[in-house]
């Protein structure tokens, strides 16, 4: 199995597809790299790039951090809503750590970093620590560690706080099928049969409660982003969801203010769920963004220009 150590305690399970300039996927909270699926990898890889998807630590494949607590989620979130927030078993930046130390395992200096909901996050945080090594930024559906930026609707936070009832496979994979469906939003929304397989793989490879927890902590923890997002210098692209419940869509809008040179797309009819309906779009902006230069003279697009934009129709 393509494993790799990145320190002594996680060992990551990675996949590439295609050959070209290397381009990361991170993915969000809880969810394996799967959810990154096979033909969309391809297809970006068809574009002239070395793919490489990765369960993050305590994911999947991935290194369990076991001997590390667990988090009460629920004081988590109280705890960070008082401007207090816990200690948690790992940060944001050991995760993009992870990451670099990926890259070095596989021989690379530089790559395009493609980061969805916790993995825009992870991203942000390696453009912070190692700017040289990130060639290009696409930021989909994710938030700059302001907790007042990314409130969710009381449904979907509810939702992402409540545990699988059974932990059978039929089990997990009705609450698969629910919890994407409630961050999903119509017409982008991804179909219950698709949802179904990729729950069905998730069980398969393994499902990890506890370090979804983690996971957890580690977002509750994190500093806010606003003010250092603007002295990255990296062509950034934002994508994000005009209809999205977990993470509003003025959390990518301050996302992209605050980044200088940064494009900003908020696509109407897009929940907290890249599906397929979506790819092409995206697909082109990943593209495009990696392939400009970022002008000397880049400015920021300000947060308040930033929150008066149009949705985008795909």
Not at 162 to 190: C, L, M
Not at 217 to 242: D, K, N
Not at 248 to 260: E, L, S
Request: glycine fraction near 8%.
């Amino acid at each position: 199995m393509p494993k790799v150590r990145v320190n002594r305690d996680v060992e990551l399970f990675y996949e590439e597809f295609g050959e070209g300039e290397p381009l990361l996927l991170i993915m969000g909270i809880g969810a394996q790299m799967i959810i990154w699926e096979e033909d969309f990898c391809r297809q970006l890889a068809a574009q002239g790039f070395r793919v490489i998807r990765f369960d993050n630590r305590d994911v999947g494949l991935s290194s369990r951090l076991d001997a590390a607590p667990v988090p009460n989620m629920n004081r988590m979130l109280l705890s960070r809503l008082r401007g207090k927030p816990e200690r948690p078993p790992y940060t944001l930046d050991d995760m993009a750590t992870d990451t670099f130390q990926l890259m070095d395992a596989l021989g690379i200096r530089e790559a395009h970093v493609v980061g969805l909901s916790l993995g825009g996050m992870i991203a942000q945080c390696m453009g912070l620590l190692h700017p040289e090594r990130v060639k290009s930024l696409c930021i989909i559906m994710s938030a700059p560690g302001e907790i007042l930026a990314a409130i969710p609707t009381p449904t979907a936070l509810r939702t992402l706080m409540t545990r699988p009832q059974s932990v059978t496979q039929e089990g997990i994979v009705e609450h698969f099928i629910k919890t994407w469906s409630i961050f999903g939003a119509d017409p982008h929304r991804t179909s219950p049969e698709r949802l179904r397989v990729l729950g069905g793989l998730s069980f398969q490879r393994g499902i990890n409660p506890r370090g979804f927890a983690r996971q957890f902590a580690a977002i509750m923890a994190a500093p806010s982003r606003i003010r250092p997002l603007r002295t990255l210098r990296i062509p950034t692209v934002v994508l994000h969801g005009a209809s999205d419940p977990l993470l509003p869509p003025h959390a990518g809008r301050i996302v992209a203010g605050q980044i200088p040179g940064a494009r900003l797309f908020v696509i109407r009819g897009m929940g907290h769920d890249l599906g397929p309906s979506v790819w092409p779009f995206a697909i082109r902006q990943i593209v495009d963004n990696a392939r400009r230069t970022l002008p000397r003279n880049a400015k920021r697009l300000g947060t308040v220009r930033a929150l008066l934009r149009r949705p985008v129709e795909v």
